[in-house]
């Protein structure tokens, strides 16, 4: 495609982020034609009439298919990326995915292959990149400012009630864990910190379930990577904490430790902080979930996408979106996760899943195959 053709958008999955996602597009001059898919036919009718959007399938086939469409965005549930994103790449679209790439690491490998072989231009939904105060620690240690990395420690903490709405659409979630699901954030965001020097070579990690155990997960996965320099990073998830933890969704606490100096990232969102009678119901609303909770503090700011204002999401989910806008647009360079980083991802958090099964310690890399058969067993 020539660059500033006017882009024809299909966003498949018109859920929570689809929507937002597409809300954009209607804004941005540079995108002239959109069409939604989804399973649920009344949910993408209702958002391609809030949008006034050119069409509506619900069979992503159909859409990928059109004659319109230079670009899509994969926002369907979780464990249903794959499909849509290999036929996407097989039509040669741009592509936006959100996180993870699959949730079977044969799976992803086979998305990676799709978007190599026929040479697509693809990233990958690691929205919390595109916040300013991890652009700078990104660019302080790129620029030698702590000098070699050589300890990092990430901690993730998160209310339940993201992983409830998680799996209410799936009862096979034997790969919906903490950290396939939502550590995968903070993993992607420390070993982009970390740089390309972060290549490691073995993990040793522990899970627990006690309270998640109900919805077929996880409570908590702790793990120790080590890198091929000899650098150690210690990477942990607990998305087990109270439905009435003022954080939204997510709290973030990475040390990084390099030669020459040191970045103590404090992410819990404590800094901004409401109490209230009036109870706060979650942050996370899809149209078919309802959660009974009351909240009366909120940490403001801990919904990852954004924060609204004016019925409008501003935050990191606007400015990721709108700069994958700019770079399929005007050919603009964009610090997105690419389809490689994503595999990458799903390949890392898998293995931390296999080593707290098995309880060994897990040489890496290791091949997708051998990860699923020993996950599976
Ligand atoms: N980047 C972020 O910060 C962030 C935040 C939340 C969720 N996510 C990711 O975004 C994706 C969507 O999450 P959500 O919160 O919008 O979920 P959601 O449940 O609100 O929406 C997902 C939609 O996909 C539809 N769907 C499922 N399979 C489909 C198929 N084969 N064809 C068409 N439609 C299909 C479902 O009907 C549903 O409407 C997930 O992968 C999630 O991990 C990313």
């Keep these: 495609m020539a660059k500033n053709k006017e882009i024809g958008l299909a966003v498949i999955g018109c859920g929570v982020v689809g929507r937002i996602r597409a809300s954009f597009a209607k804004e941005y001059p540079g995108i002239g034609w959109i069409g939604l898919s989804d399973k649920n036919r009344e949910l993408g009718q209702k958002l391609k009439a809030d949008l006034n959007a050119d069409f509506f399938s619900d069979d992503y086939m159909e859409l990928i298919q059109r004659p319109e469409v230079d670009a899509v965005i994969v926002a369907t549930s979780t464990w249903a990326h794959a499909d849509p994103t290999i036929l996407a790449a097989e039509s040669g679209h741009y592509l936006f995915i959100e996180k993870p790439l699959a949730t079977d690491a044969v799976e992803s490998a086979q998305v990676l292959s799709a978007i190599e072989v026929n040479n697509v231009d693809a990233v990958v939904g690691y929205t919390q990149r595109f916040r300013r105060r991890f652009l700078v620690v990104k660019e302080k240690i790129q620029t030698g400012q702590i000098g070699e990395v050589r300890s990092t420690v990430t901690r993730a903490f998160m209310n339940r009630m993201a992983p409830m709405g998680e799996v209410r659409l799936t009862q096979d979630r034997r790969f919906l864990t903490p950290m396939v699901v939502s550590g995968t954030h903070s993993l992607d965001m420390c070993l982009w910190l970390m740089g390309d020097t972060a290549k490691p070579v073995s993990i040793f990690a522990r899970s627990n379930d006690s309270v998640m155990s109900a919805l077929g997960t996880k409570d908590a996965t702790f793990g120790v990577f080590t890198m091929e320099d000899g650098a150690i990073w210690s990477m942990n998830i607990c998305w087990a904490l109270p439905k009435e933890w003022p954080g939204a969704v997510y709290g973030l606490e990475i040390g990084i430790v390099g030669t020459k100096g040191v970045i103590d990232i404090e992410d819990t969102h404590r800094d901004l902080v409401m109490a209230t009678e009036v109870a706060q119901g ?80 897990i040489k890496l890399p290791m091949k997708e195959k051998k990860l699923m058969e020993a996950l599976s067993n």
């Design 282 to 361: 979650p942050a996370y609303n899809p149209d078919d979930f309802k959660i009974e909770v009351s909240r009366n503090v909120d940490f403001l700011t801990s919904f990852p996408p954004g924060d609204t204002y004016n019925g409008e999401l501003w935050g990191p989910m606007r400015e990721e979106t709108n700069s994958w806008f700019q770079r399929i647009y005007l050919g603009k360079e964009t610090p997105h996760a690419t389809a490689q980083e994503g595999h990458r991802n799903l390949v890392l958090t898998m293995a931390m899943d296999l080593s707290a099964k098995l309880e060994e310690e």
